[in-house]
């Protein structure tokens, strides 16, 4: 097991590089009041336009008396007023007083939880009105959003807000069965999630490389199944007790019966194969594909572990269930368990004789039939317990109780064909992080649009399998009815973690967590892209004020990589995004683990420095002249970090990387030409669309999942993000 306190916060190098990565929340001192940076956006928002000083803690004023509950969530209130330079008050100033009624709500920390409120800020008082102790959570919360800090001292913006939720779930998936993450970190990840209103995490606590809590009825769980990493039965209730402080439940998954690897090495007897060939058949298959006599550097990831299934028909599985689930979610009071249920490799059965013959002998048609059967067992085991079970959406193939959650995440289409079932339905589809597309298109996904998320349709003239088929759009899906959308309880933002280390959480979940969190609070038609970028780094930086450790990890890593001189791979993870859709897992292929310690693990999926450029670079091109000063010293400075990123000495990550820190000066004087007055020849123009190919070829790369499975990946896993507005700027030159 593990688990870390956080230590003081390092400073010099690591500091420099933190305020280089990250835009400045406060601003320019003695700017103009602006309205305030909501994220998610509150339902309804009407501003005064004034501002009340704030020289101290708010005096409180509870209308009812505070439960214990309350209590905490003043004291980290006012801990997070602190961080932003407020103190209790003196005894000659004057407070703003903050007046705080709330109502009853015996539903709290369930779906039913009562999370409206109003704010009204007037100039000499703040009056919160919430329907329950979560809807008090929630308005403290948009109440540090109205905090200006850019004068010599924080004011509130004046207003009142009318809010409340779209939807009821609105969660993150943390997998941490792949790479274990701390408990410190989670919590760090709780914080955040009760700044941007989330409500659920998922905790995805065991999988095929790793069964992750202490089991004292089963443990060989642990002894065999966890390699020495994984948390105590008393850190978990710490962590539950630590999320519903903050108004957020814990939904536990504990996967049956695939995905169940670390499990069957534990209980080998209840595999449907053996573990051990698992290993035998990786290494007979990477000597196979590498022409190596022995398997080395070419076969670094480890072996799918994802493969191996519990054997449904085996004496002892429903007995080693109902034990395994009976005290697992003892440990979690949330009324709904997740049994994971996907990707079954139906091989796993079909190979096996006994199997086959129990499906003969017992009428199954086929291996769904067979899972979906011991789905309904698991079903009722949980059901016994007072428990609801959920599952990814592969268990509503076949007929199962339509009491069962349905998580649809191969695609948009599973949202519609669970919910005509009568399943209630939490949407995945569209908001896998670990895919490390940009806050944007996740931001474009409604969880109610059943065309929203899959792959494009192959031409009638190419075979499909049932496998790609699965993830494959729906054109024609029909949309949800008004009853079927009060199925759909709301989504989550999964982050599998095959390539995230603990260090690297913080920054592959923020901040598009908060864009995907407004997706999820916001009304529908709240949509703004262009105001999402506006908004990201000003959250982002909000959170890291607040406690996490994005900027201050990746600033470490680049300190790491090159301690000489961090400046021009700080400024080169800047201007670089990595490939997506699972191009960065195709390159780790032949890495492993080592792909986690390259400048792709150190740049974000949002480039704040790129999305800035590329939104002055369009505004340019449509004729806003008076950018073009800001712009050439933008790709002055990206063009002059070139010869100082040649010259940097490093391990191979950085060698391999330096022919596109010569791209990224390429397209600058390219950008740079565009800008000047003048004819431009067709030589020019040659040379431009040349270089934007190459651009184009590397997006294209990884536009989607079957891409990134079938073309070669541009070097070193990263694709340069201010292609767009180099791009803008040549289509406007003459």
């Keep these: ?238 962590v539950v007790a630590y999320a519903g402080d903050r108004g957020i439940r814990i939904v536990p998954e504990f996967d049956v019966p695939g995905h169940t690897f670390a499990i069957l090495s534990a209980y080998p007897e209840l595999a449907a194969q053996s573990p051990g060939s698992v290993v035998k058949n990786w290494e007979r298959d990477c000597k196979t594909a590498t022409g190596e006599a022995e398997v080395t550097t070419q076969c670094k990831r480890h072996p799918d572990l994802n493969k191996p299934a519990m054997d449904p028909t085996a004496p002892d599985a429903l007995r080693f269930v109902r034990t395994l689930f009976g005290e697992m979610t003892s440990l979690f009071p949330d009324r709904y368990v997740h049994t994971g249920g996907d990707e079954v490799m139906s091989d796993q059965w079909t190979t096996n004789p006994r199997i086959v013959a129990y499906m003969q002998t017992h009428g199954f048609r086929d291996t769904a039939a067979l899972q979906a059967a011991f789905t309904a067992d698991v079903e009722r085991i949980l059901s016994s317990q007072n428990k609801t079970m959920m599952g990814w959406d592969e268990v509503s193939e076949a007929p199962i109780p339509k009491s069962v959650v349905v998580e649809a995440w191969r695609g948009s289409k599973w949202i519609g064909s669970s919910a005509r079932l009568g399943h209630p339905v939490v949407v995945s589809a569209g908001y896998y992080l670990d895919l490390l597309n940009p806050s944007t298109t996740h931001y474009a996904v409604d969880p109610l649009d059943t065309r929203a998320v899959g792959l494009a349709p192959q031409p009638a003239a190419k075979s499909v399998g049932p496998f790609v088929q699965a993830f494959t759009l729906d054109p024609n899906a029909p949309p949800l009815s008004e009853a079927q959308e009060k199925l759909v309880l709301g989504g989550e933002a999964p982050l599998w973690t095959e390539l995230v280390s603990d260090e690297m959480v913080d920054a592959r979940l923020w901040p598009r967590s908060a864009a995907i969190a407004e997706r999820f609070w916001s009304p529908g038609a709240v949509t703004d892209s262009a105001s999402l970028n506006e908004r990201l780094p000003v959250v982002q930086n909000m959170l890291e004020t607040f406690g996490l450790n994005a900027s201050e990890n990746q600033a470490r890593m680049i300190a790491r990589l090159t301690p000489d001189n961090i400046t021009p791979l700080t400024q080169f993870v800047a201007l670089t995004v990595p490939v997506r859709n699972y191009g960065l897992n195709r390159l780790a292929d032949h890495t492993g683990d080592e792909i986690l310690l390259t400048p792709a693990a150190i740049a974000a999926p949002d480039s704040f420095e790129a999305n800035a450029f590329n939104s002055a670079a369009k505004r340019y091109a449509a004729g806003d002249q008076s950018l073009k000063a800001s712009l050439q010293e933008k790709l002055g400075r990206y063009g002059a970090n070139d010869a100082a990123f040649q010259a940097l000495s490093g391990p191979a990550s950085i060698e391999e990387v330096k022919p596109l820190s010569h791209q990224i000066a390429a397209l600058s004087a390219l950008g740079l030409e565009a800008l000047q007055s003048g004819p431009r020849g067709k030589k020019w123009r040659d040379r431009a669309q040349v270089l934007l190919a190459e651009q184009d070829k590397a997006y294209t790369a990884s536009v989607d999942f079957r891409a990134s499975r079938q073309l070669k990946q541009p070097r070193g896993g990263l694709l340069i993000a201010i292609a767009p507005g180099i791009k803008a700027l040549v289509s406007q030159a003459r």
């Design 1 to 238: 097991m593990v688990s870390f306190r956080k230590a003081g916060r390092q400073v010099s190098v690591i500091a420099v590089c933190t305020l280089m990565l990250s835009s400045i929340w406060v601003g320019q001192a003695g700017a103009a009041p602006l309205s305030p940076v909501f994220m998610p956006q509150p339902a309804q928002v009407r501003l005064t336009g004034k501002v009340t000083p704030l020289t101290s803690f708010p005096e409180v004023i509870w209308a009812q008396a505070p439960s214990p509950l309350l209590e905490k969530a003043l004291a980290r209130f006012n801990a997070r007023l602190g961080l932003i330079g407020l103190g209790p008050a003196s005894p000659e100033s004057q407070r703003v007083g903050l007046k705080i009624s709330v109502g009853k709500d015996p539903g709290y920390l369930t779906l039913a939880a009562r999370e409206a409120y109003t704010l009204d800020v007037s100039s000499n008082e703040i009056v919160l009105k919430a329907d329950g102790p979560t809807g008090v959570l929630r308005g403290l919360a948009t109440l540090l959003q109205m905090i200006d800090t850019r004068g010599t001292i924080p004011v509130l913006v004046q207003g009142k807000i009318t809010d409340a939720p779209r939807f009821n779930w609105r969660g993150l998936m943390i997998d941490v069965s792949r790479h274990f993450l701390s408990v410190y970190t989670i919590e760090r990840q709780l914080d955040a999630m009760e700044l941007t209103k989330l409500n659920v995490l998922h905790w995805h606590l065991s999988d095929g490389t790793g069964f992750r809590v202490e089991s004292r009825k089963l443990p060989r769980l642990q002894q065999f199944g966890a390699h020495s990493q994984y948390y105590t039965q008393d850190q978990i209730r710490e």
